[in-house]
């Protein structure tokens, strides 16, 4: 069994879970370092996914937020409504009006990735790029200034070839987010704020696979507008850490098995076959098999537990299992993708079971 490149997944991911309580501002600790993208979603309520991170920052003294579940612009909040600070073991969000980062009471989940916490320059593209770069656990946040040039190239600072894309404009409320990942290719596209099916073409990603120091874009406004503003977030697959692949269901509650080489912390599956919602679990919520409660990325609805099958899955030690007959996870001969990060490895970097360390 080969080695993990990580003995402590949670040292470059955490999920924590909090609730609300109506102040101005609330510290949320326990991730366990500085998160570089903090990913939030209200669980009780309606409200909007909300991503902040280091290389886009803060406007004042709130970051800047941007939405999952729609092709919205980023914006600060009035007010104190949102994300003041990175914190070194976690994160301070306020609330006045917003109910999506601390209303009293309500719950919400937090994801966490650490990237350098910190910036740089880089230049290996024909756009020069704003990344903080995480070469250990395969993460990089990259900002850009499109230039409308067909085949352009940005440079992400990985080291090696990004398996999972996210792309998002942040100045232009009229585009979706879009995603490249390695087991469809670079001639294929999925929109993360939306239901739709795989498409086909290259002129998103210019039909150029990523290098290990750069990805393309075409010349169009999803990707690489003039004077447009992105975010990216790039993911290189880390043995033992994370795993980008894909999956054929078979329409059971006795579904497939998704080998990882972990136990995974976090997993979000999307039908590449159909019309179908992405789906999101974690090991918090419930934190036990089944793990049937389900957030959507494309969605602003409160969490759901497997309502009308909807979606449920076992984390195991090594992977995961779908539990459920749903087209959305598990349709019979439909495509899946996934992407998942570990709470704990199978083997260590120095062979030693993970249980045993």
Not at 16 to 34: E, H, K, R, S
Not at 41 to 49: E, Y
Request: aromatic content about 12%.
């Amino acid at each position: 069994m080969a080695y993990s490149t990580i003995n402590k997944p949670e040292d470059y991911f955490n999920t924590v879970l909090y609730t609300g309580d109506g102040n101005t501002t609330q510290a949320i600790t326990g991730v366990g370092f500085q998160p570089d993208w903090l990913w939030i979603k209200h669980r009780d309520g309606v409200s909007d996914h909300q991503l902040s991170d280091i290389v886009r920052g803060k406007s004042g003294s709130l970051y800047y937020q941007i939405q999952t579940n729609g092709t919205g612009a980023q914006v600060v909040q009035p007010d104190d409504d949102g994300v003041h600070s990175l914190d070194s073991d976690g994160f301070t969000v306020g609330y006045t009006n917003s109910t999506a980062w601390n209303q009293n009471s309500s719950t919400y989940a937090a994801w966490n990735w650490l990237a350098a916490n910190g910036t740089s320059s880089n230049t290996d593209g024909d756009i020069t790029s704003t990344v903080s770069t995480n070469t250990t656990s395969g993460f990089s946040i990259v900002s850009y200034t499109g230039n409308a040039t067909a085949g352009a190239t940005i440079g992400h600072g990985l080291g090696q070839k990004p398996d999972f894309i996210i792309v998002k404009a942040t100045n232009n409320a009229s585009q979706n987010w879009l995603i490249y990942h390695s087991d469809l290719g670079a001639g294929k596209y999925l929109f993360m704020n939306t239901t739709g099916a795989v498409t086909t073409n290259n002129n998103v990603w210019n039909g150029t696979e990523p290098t290990s120091s750069v990805f393309s874009v075409e010349s169009n406004n999803a990707t690489n507008g003039s004077g447009i503003t992105y975010i990216g977030y790039c993911f290189a697959e880390k043995k033992g850490f994370s795993k980008f692949g894909s999956y054929t269901g078979n329409g059971s509650s006795d579904g497939t098995f998704i080998y990882t080489g972990f136990k995974p912390a976090f997993v979000i599956i999307k039908d590449t076959s159909a019309v179908n919602n992405w789906r999101l679990f974690d090991n918090k919520r419930p934190a036990f098999n089944q793990t049937d409660k389900l957030l959507f990325p494309s969605l602003s609805n409160v969490e759901t537990v497997n309502v009308a099958g909807s979606g449920a899955i076992d984390i195991t030690s090594n992977g995961f299992k779908c539990r459920s007959a749903a087209s959305g996870i598990n349709g019979s001969g439909s495509t899946f993708i996934y992407m998942a990060f570990a709470e704990r490895s199978l083997v260590g970097t120095n062979g030693v079971p993970a249980l045993a360390r």
